[in-house]
C-alpha cells in the first residue's frame, strides 16, 4: 500500500476555504484516494473518494493531479463544526485482501 | 437505515482480564473490520472478515481473535489484557473488501479502559 503524509495540524478561520494535500509518491495504479473525517470519540466518517482529475460532492472537492502522487482536500467556506481530524488513505481497487491503513491524519482547527 | 452499531460503548477492565466486543454492520454490508485507535492516533487496523472467512490482519499479538456470524456480525476478543489495550475500538462495514470504491463505515465505537 502506498504511504500517505499529511501536515499534522492546520489552522483556519470561519468561512474560509482550507485545502488540505496528502502526499502519496508510491501509489499504484490500482490505487483510489479517499479522504476520512473524525470528530473526538467517534468514528472516521467517509467524505470522498477519487481516482484522477477532480470530484466534487455537497461536502468537499477533491484534485488529483495526473501524475496522482498527491491529492487535495478542499474544503469550501469552514465552520467551527469542521473543527476535526481528517485522514487521507489510499487502497486498492478489487484487491480483496489489502486493507485500508490509516496514517496519524491532519487536525484541522476553525477559529472563529 | 441503522448504520454500524457497536456495544458496549464503554467498558472498563482490569489486567489480565478478557473482553469480547461486538459489532453489527450496515444492513447488506458483508464486510467487517476492526480497527484499534489509541488518543491522538489513526485507528490501526486489527482485522478485516468478508463471509465469516478472515481476509487480513494487523500486527497484533495473538490475544486478539476475531470472528464473523452468518449474519455478518462481528465480534473482537481480548485475551489477557494489558494496561496499553486501552484504546477506542472501532468496528467498520463495507460491501466487499477492495471492492472498486471500497467505503468504510465507521460504528461509534467501543472505548476500553484496562486498570
Known amino acids: 500500500l502506498a504511504k500517505t503524509t499529511q501536515p499534522i495540524s492546520m489552522d483556519s478561520y470561519e468561512g474560509q476555504e482550507v485545502n488540505i494535500t496528502c502526499s502519496h509518491n508510491n501509489i499504484a495504479t490500482n490505487d483510489y484516494i479517499t479522504w476520512y473525517q473524525q470528530f473526538p470519540s467517534q468514528g472516521p466518517r467517509f467524505i470522498i473518494q477519487?481516482?484522477?482529475t477532480k470530484v466534487t460532492n455537497e461536502v468537499a472537492s477533491l484534485f488529483i493531479p495526473a501524475d496522482r502522487k498527491s491529492s487535495t482536500l478542499s474544503l469550501p467556506r469552514v465552520s467551527l463544526s469542521d473543527t476535526a481530524v481528517y485522514y487521507c488513505?489510499?487502497?486498492?481497487?478489487?484487491?480483496?485482501?489489502?486493507?485500508?491503513?490509516f496514517g496519524k491524519g491532519t487536525r484541522l482547527s476553525v477559529i472563529a | 437505515d441503522a448504520g454500524v452499531t457497536q456495544s458496549p460503548t464503554h467498558l472498563i477492565k482490569t489486567r489480565g482480564q478478557h473482553v469480547t466486543l461486538r459489532c453489527s454492520p450496515i444492513s447488506g454490508h458483508k464486510s467487517v473490520s476492526w480497527y484499534q485507535q489509541v488518543l491522538g492516533q489513526g485507528p490501526q487496523f486489527i482485522f478485516q472478515?468478508?463471509?465469516?472467512?478472515?481476509?487480513g490482519r494487523g500486527n497484533f499479538p495473538d490475544r486478539f481473535s476475531a470472528r464473523q456470524f452468518p449474519n455478518y456480525s462481528s465480534e473482537l476478543n481480548v485475551n489477557a489484557l494489558l494496561l496499553g489495550d486501552s484504546a477506542l475500538y472501532l468496528c467498520a462495514s463495507s460491501y466487499s473488501p477492495g471492492q472498486e470504491g471500497e467505503k468504510l463505515f465507521f460504528g461509534s465505537g467501543t472505548q476500553l479502559s484496562v486498570l
Open positions: 477519487g481516482y484522477k
Open positions: 472478515y468478508y463471509e465469516k472467512e478472515e481476509r
Open positions: 488513505l489510499v487502497g486498492a481497487l478489487n484487491s480483496g485482501n489489502t486493507p485500508l491503513v
